[in-house]
């Protein structure tokens, strides 16, 4: 079974806009982590984010911001005022207890941000 | 190194030769962990190392997988036989401990010919 779903396949957007991927996990341990890498054209993941599962608060970093909730097992990501340059494919994973908290992935997001 | 180094970046095999991927991890990384990405698709873990102890072998795909890590340094993940399924990009991460954020190399693309 998929434990993380991030239901956007394809997203595209003008630069300057702001967009949303969503994310929505399933787990049943109490601890766990959520992750968000990127994979530009390139294809090295990089890490943009880590939470762990007993702390809500949104975060922002620059143009990047997370929201967490757990009521509805969510762990969106909002590019505000989307670049170019933020075009890749956008992986959600979750962390447990098993395979030495080994990441779980979703199917990932392909943003286009066109000029 | 800087980063987490892998080689080959390019593989290109005949089917049912066996071939042999390798990763060296961040200097200090005790967990090191293989993923397999297949075309368009999120990515599957196949095995775990931390330091010493046992692998955690339960991502594997079949019997023809296999990977060595001697202590806390390179790592090899031995295919044999390949097949045209396992054509892909393999990855290798690595993190300070378990939990934390793990840090990608950039690869090895196989194709099975």
């Known amino acids: 079974a998929q434990k993380v779903t991030q239901a956007q396949t394809e997203i595209s957007v003008v630069e300057k806009e702001?967009?949303?991927l969503d994310c929505v996990y399933e787990t049943r341990d109490t601890?766990?982590?959520l992750f968000w890498y990127k994979q530009p054209p390139s294809g090295e993941l990089v890490f943009l984010i880590r939470r762990n599962s007993f702390d809500e608060q949104n975060e922002i970093s620059g143009r990047y911001s997370w929201n967490f909730q757990k009521s509805t097992s969510s762990f969106n990501f909002t590019i505000t005022a989307s670049q170019v340059v933020d075009s890749a494919v956008y992986f959600c994973a979750l962390s447990e207890g098993g395979s030495g908290y080994a990441l779980n992935f979703g199917k990932g997001t392909?943003?286009?941000?066109t000029p | 190194g800087a980063g987490v180094s892998q080689s080959p970046s390019n593989k290109v095999t005949e089917k049912g030769k066996d071939v042999?991927?390798?990763c060296d991890p961040i200097s200090g990384h005790t967990a090191l962990y293989?993923?397999?990405q297949r075309l368009g698709q999120g990515l599957e873990f196949?095995?775990?190392?931390?330091?010493?102890?046992?692998p955690d072998k339960s991502g594997l795909p079949s019997d023809r997988f296999s990977a060595e890590r001697t202590g806390e340094s390179v790592s090899?993940?031995?295919?044999?036989r390949t097949q045209q399924e396992d054509s892909a990009v393999y990855l290798c991460a690595s993190s300070l401990a378990r939990r934390?954020?793990?840090f990608f190399g950039q690869g090895t693309r196989l194709t099975v010919v």
């Open chain 1, 31 to 33: 601890t766990y982590y």
């Open chain 1, 18 to 20: 702001d967009v949303t």
């Open chain 2, 20 to 22: 042999e991927l390798r």
């Open chain 1, 110 to 113: 392909s943003l286009l941000v």
């Open chain 2, 100 to 102: 934390l954020e793990a």
């Open chain 2, 76 to 80: 090899t993940l031995t295919i044999q």
């Open chain 2, 34 to 36: 293989w993923y397999r």
């Open chain 2, 46 to 54: 196949l095995i775990y190392f931390q330091g010493n102890s046992a």
